[in-house]
Nanobody
């Protein structure tokens, strides 16, 4: 059964960038829908971006479009979230998730956390000077 592991979090100064990675040891995520979510202190979990398994169609939260980019590293079988121009409001635990433990050929994705049933443990991103 696929298990997701996030990496790449840490402390970054305002205006900086970070690259998060979502991996599944023993699996290639090329054929999974993957979503990135975050939960800041005292806030509800928020959808950031997702990428489909079929044709790599992407979707972004409107408020984050332009600063965050999701992509697949097909060679490594991972999914990357590139974040730029970070602000303290981006401080949160960042999670990757997939709707199913089995690969599915799907040409779209949605950013509703309720549709995702396999979650990683999260990686902390702190934006502070």
């Amino acid at each position: 059964q696929v298990q997701l592991v996030e990496s790449g979090g840490g402390l970054v100064q305002p205006g900086g960038s970070l690259r998060l990675s979502c991996a599944a040891p023993g699996f290639f995520l090329n054929y999974y829908v993957i979503g990135w979510f975050r939960q800041g202190p005292g806030k509800e979990r928020e959808g950031i971006s997702c990428i489909s398994s079929g044709d790599d169609t992407t979707s972004y939260a409107d408020s984050l479009k332009g600063r965050f980019t999701i992509s697949k590293d097909t060679a490594l079988g991972t999914v990357v979230l590139q974040m730029s121009n970070l602000t303290p409001e981006d401080t949160a635990v960042y999670y990757c998730a997939t709707p199913s433990s089995s690969p599915r050929q799907v040409s779209e994705c949605v950013l509703s956390a309720f549709d995702y049933h396999v979650w990683g443990q999260g990686t902390q991103v702190t934006v502070s000077s």
